[in-house]
Each structure stands twice: as C-alpha cells, then as structure tokens.
Nanobody
Framework: QVQIAESGGGLVQPGASLRLSCAAS????????MGWYRQTPGNQREFLAT???????NYADSVKGRFTVSRDATKNAVYLQMSSLKSDDTATYYC?????????????WGQGTRVTVSS
C-alpha cells in the first residue's frame, strides 16, 4: 500500500513565499510522476505542476513563473516552492503520485494541506 503525506501549509501574508513538501511511502518499485493540485470549495481540483521520472516538468499557466516544483527521487519526495502568493492562491493543496509496486500500479492522493493567503 502506498501513502502520501503532505506538509508545509499555513497562513501567510500576500507576497510571501511558502514551500510544500510531499513524500510517498510504501512498497514502491517505481514512481512515474508526482504532482501538485489545489482545490477550493465548490470547484474542481486544479492542476498546478508535475515532475516526471525522466525529469520533465509541466506547469499550469496560472502558476508558471511563481511556483517551482522539484523532486528528490531518493526520498520519493516532491516539493512545491510558491512565491509572490496572492489571496487567489488560498486553497487546499494536494499531492499525487503515480507509479508501481511489485504487485500493481498506483495512483494515490494525499489528504491535502491548507494554504491561506491573507493579511
């Protein structure tokens, strides 16, 4: 069984920076990609960024230039460095991992970490 744990959310002022962390654990054989999404009440989950096992990175246009995703393959971890935060960035941020164990493929989500941008 694969589990995802996110951390790093909190309350910050507009213009501030924040770094989210995500680590996958369990009987992981390979991770194809890990990504970040966010969701606000009443809205669909929004894609933010994904980093693939080959190092390729995709960003949503809405965060390109402000958010930076990185990974530590040795820790099955991915990070989201967020800068110049705005009130519109207030949301619950979710991490997703896609890969395989010895028995099956997996596509798992974390429980989410709350980010509030407010003065």
């Amino acid at each position: 069984q694969v589990q995802i744990a996110e951390s790093g959310g909190g309350l910050v002022q507009p213009g501030a920076s924040l770094r989210l962390s995500c680590a996958a654990s369990g009987s992981i054989v390979a991770i194809n990609g890990m990504g970040w999404y966010r969701q606000t009440p009443g809205n669909q989950r929004e894609f933010l960024a994904t980093v693939f096992s080959n190092g390729k990175i995709n960003y949503a246009d809405s965060v390109k230039g402000r958010f930076t995703v990185s990974r530590d393959a040795t820790k099955n971890a991915v990070y989201l460095q967020m800068s110049s935060l705005k009130s519109d960035d207030t949301a619950t941020y979710y991490c997703n991992a896609v890969g395989a164990t010895a028995d099956s493929a997996f596509d798992v989500w974390g429980q989410g970490t709350r980010v509030t941008v407010s003065s």
